[in-house]
């Protein structure tokens, strides 16, 4: 039975990729201005009736899903909690405590093959200033975050559906939910975390983007689920850069184990996966009858294709990629923004 009698279902996905959320965030700025040309000045919450992330993504997701509070009545608002504009400020001014950088990268580069990357300290401080306190069951609209389970070998969905709290179902801080979803294998430990309040059961969890890089099939089939009676469902997919790394078969013919999971080589099996598992979500949902799949996407081409290159000059360029996207693609924009407009 639907939660809601809804005949048009609309959805928002954000791949996970790092630093490289500041992709989808601009892009998503541009929404919004398209949106107010069109005098629609609801959040998005308001606007989407689920919104799904992996990784970054489902950090991005978090910040927008849960609404503001009143300093005096402690209310929802109709402003989300974190703003994109805030969110623009993680990615360009916190990036480097999440990923510090240092002369020994190299060197960091090569230990990534025996143990993490990162001290995941740097990150929490972050997640903790930005969420605080705030938890899941708060968000304003439906709502999911991928991660994995590595006790229970299962996906791990973080969800908020519509309608009253259902108290059966785990609580989680959102702080917790975002160092879940981004907790990359080699990059940071897994999240090892507890519901709200305490029932002393744990959850180790990893990074979403194992399951789903592109997070928008889950959306939809979770959309699915909430609204079974709908009759069309559109999908604003933003991805965070496709990688241009080739590999010939000169190069990989005589490659062992440790070749295909090296961090100097970009560690080829995972981005092989991921690029391959996104672009079969595509090609899916480009095919379904009463689904309108919007994707915005573009190869990274003169931007750094690791996830945790957060300096100045790369975040310019990705900054500068966002950019294009939107010019190339202006016509689709504007067809998805005129189809959000009516929400």
């Keep these: 039975m639907a939660l809601f009698p809804r005949s048009h279902v609309t959805i928002l996905s954000i791949d996970g990729g790092g630093v490289r959320g500041i992709i989808p965030v601009i892009l998503l700025q541009e929404v919004r201005r398209r949106l107010a040309k069109r005098n ?6 308001r606007i989407f009736d689920l919104i799904a992330g992996t990784s970054t993504g489902g950090m991005i997701a978090l910040g927008m899903a849960v609404p503001e509070l009143d300093s005096n009545t402690g209310r929802p608002t109709g402003r989300p909690f974190v703003s994109l504009e805030e969110m623009l400020e993680m990615y360009t001014e916190r990036g480097l405590e999440i990923f510090p950088r240092s002369k020994f990268n190299t060197l960091r580069s090569v230990k990534q093959a025996f143990g993490d990357k990162y001290d995941a300290s740097g990150f929490e401080h972050v997640l903790e200033d930005i969420f605080g306190e705030r938890t899941l069951r708060e968000a304003a609209t439906s709502l999911l975050v991928t991660s994995y389970d590595t006790e229970r070998r299962r996906p791990h969905f973080f969800k908020r559906k519509p309608g009253p709290w259902n108290e059966s179902e785990p609580d989680f801080f959102l702080r917790d ?16 975390i507890a519901s709200v309040p305490d029932s002393g059961e744990r959850y180790c969890l990893i990074d979403g983007a194992i399951i ?9 089939i979770e959309a699915q689920k909430l609204f079974p009676h709908a009759r069309s469902y559109a999908i604003l997919s933003i991805g965070t850069g ?4 080739r590999y010939s078969y000169h190069e990989m013919r005589r490659w062992g184990y440790l070749d295909w999971v090296s961090p100097v080589k970009g560690v080829p099996l995972s981005s092989m996966t991921t690029d391959a598992q ?3 979500v595509n090609h899916q949902l480009n095919k379904l009858r009463g689904v309108r799949y919007y994707r915005f996407n573009a190869p990274l081409l003169g931007c750094s294709e690791e ?3 957060a300096g100045a000059r790369n975040m310019l360029q990705l900054s500068r990629l966002a950019y294009e996207i939107i010019q190339k693609n202006s ?13």
């Excluded at 629609?40 to 919450?45: D, T």
């Excluded at 016509?331 to 929400?343: G, K, P, Q, Y």
């Design 40 to 45: 629609n000045h609801k959040p998005f919450f």
């Design 331 to 343: 016509d689709s924009l504007d067809e998805i923004c005129d189809v959000l407009a009516r929400r």
């Design 307 to 309: 996830m945790d290159d």
């Design 242 to 245: 496709t990688t241009v790394a």
């Design 177 to 192: 939910v975002a160092r879940a979803t981004a907790a990359a294998p080699t990059f940071f430990d897994p999240a090892y």
């Design 278 to 280: 996104s672009e079969l």
């Design 212 to 220: 789903a890089a592109n997070p928008a099939l889950c959306a939809l």
